[in-house]
C-alpha cells in the first residue's frame, strides 16, 4: 500500500501548506514515515540559505512531530523532487495546488506537470484550501476496463481493506455512451476487488457518472468531503512511471478531493 514513505513537496504558501497537511494526514492513516521536502535552483546561494530558512521555520511549525525535513537543489522542482524520492525511498509524493486557482479543486502547476508525466512514484494532489477530515471514510477508483485500471482496483481494494473503509469504483459515461456495457464492465471490477482482499461484497460499489462532459459527469456522483480518488496512468505511460491521459487530466481538475495517480505497473 503507498503511503509507507510519504515525501510532501513544500513551499511556503497556501498549497505548500495544504500539501504538507494532507501528507501528514496519509502519514497518520498508514502509520508511515513523513519527508518535506523544498527545492531549490542550483547555483544560487541565496536560493540555498532561503530554502534552509523555510525548513527551520517548518520545524517550529511541527513542533516535534517525526518528520525529515531536508533541502535538495534541483533545475526544476517536480524533477528535483522525482529525483529526491528515489534516493530516499518515498513510494508517494505529495503536492498541493498554486494559489490563485478555483477553491476546492486541483490545479496543476508546473512541478504537479513535471510529476504527472515523468514520476517514478504515485502521485497525490491536495485542491485548493483542501483541509484533511478527521478520517477516511472511502475510497474511489476511476474505473475504465484496461490492465492498469485492472492494477489501481488491486491495490484500492487492498488499501481499503487495510484502513477499514469501502471502496468505490466509478466509470464515466460521457455524451450518449451506452452506459449497460459499461455497468457490466464494473460488475468484473467489483468482483476483482472482493478476489483481491478481505472486503465485503457490501463494501465495494459502483456507479457510472454520466454527463455532457467529465466535469458534469463527476457532479453526477456525490464526493464527500472524506473522499479519496485513485486514477491509474495511461496505456502511454513507460514501465513504472506516471503518466496521466487527457480524460484522466480533466477528472483530476474536476476532482472536488484528493486524487492519487499511480505508475504504470504499480506494485
Not at 86 to 98: C, E, F, Q, W, Y
Request: proline share 7%; charged share 25%; aromatic share 2%.
Amino acid at each position: 500500500m503507498i503511503g509507507e514513505h510519504v515525501l510532501a513537496g513544500y513551499v511556503p504558501d497556501a498549497g505548500g501548506r495544504e500539501a504538507l497537511d494532507l501528507a501528514r494526514a496519509i502519514v497518520a492513516l498508514t502509520g508511515g514515515r513523513l519527508s518535506v521536502a523544498t527545492v531549490h535552483p542550483p547555483d544560487l546561494p541565496a536560493a540555498a540559505g532561503e530554502a534552509r530558512t523555510t525548513m527551520d521555520q517548518l520545524a517550529d511549525v511541527l513542533a516535534g512531530e517525526p518528520a525529515d525535513l531536508l533541502v535538495h537543489e534541483g533545475r526544476s522542482v517536480g524533477r528535483g523532487l522525482t529525483v529526491l524520492a528515489s534516493r530516499i525511498g518515498a513510494d508517494l509524493i505529495v503536492v498541493g495546488s498554486p494559489e490563485g486557482g478555483a477553491h476546492g479543486r486541483i490545479g496543476v502547476g508546473a512541478a504537479a506537470d513535471h510529476l504527472l508525466h515523468s514520476a517514478s512514484e504515485a502521485v497525490m494532489l491536495a485542491p485548493s484550501g483542501y483541509r484533511p477530515p478527521d478520517e477516511l471514510g472511502r475510497i474511489t477508483v476511476m474505473y475504465v476496463r484496461r490492465p492498469q485500471c485492472d492494477e489501481a482496483v488491486i491495490r484500492a481494494a487492498q488499501a481499503a481493506d487495510r484502513l477499514e473503509v469501502p471502496l468505490r469504483l466509478v466509470t464515466l459515461a460521457i455524451g450518449d455512451v451506452n452506459p449497460e456495457p459499461l455497468r457490466d464492465d464494473l460488475a468484473l471490477a467489483i468482483r476483482l476487488a472482493v478476489d483481491s482482499a478481505d472486503l465485503l461484497p457490501e463494501d465495494v460499489t459502483a456507479e457510472v457518472a454520466e454527463g455532457d462532459d467529465v466535469a458534469d459527469a463527476l457532479d453526477d456522483v456525490d464526493w464527500p468531503e472524506d473522499e479519496l480518488l485513485v486514477a491509474a496512468s495511461s496505456e502511454d505511460a513507460a514501465a513504472h512511471r506516471v503518466f496521466l491521459g487527457e480524460v484522466a487530466l480533466k477528472v483530476l481538475r474536476a476532482a472536488p478531493c484528493p486524487v492519487t495517480v499511480l505508475p504504470r505497473g504499480y506494485y
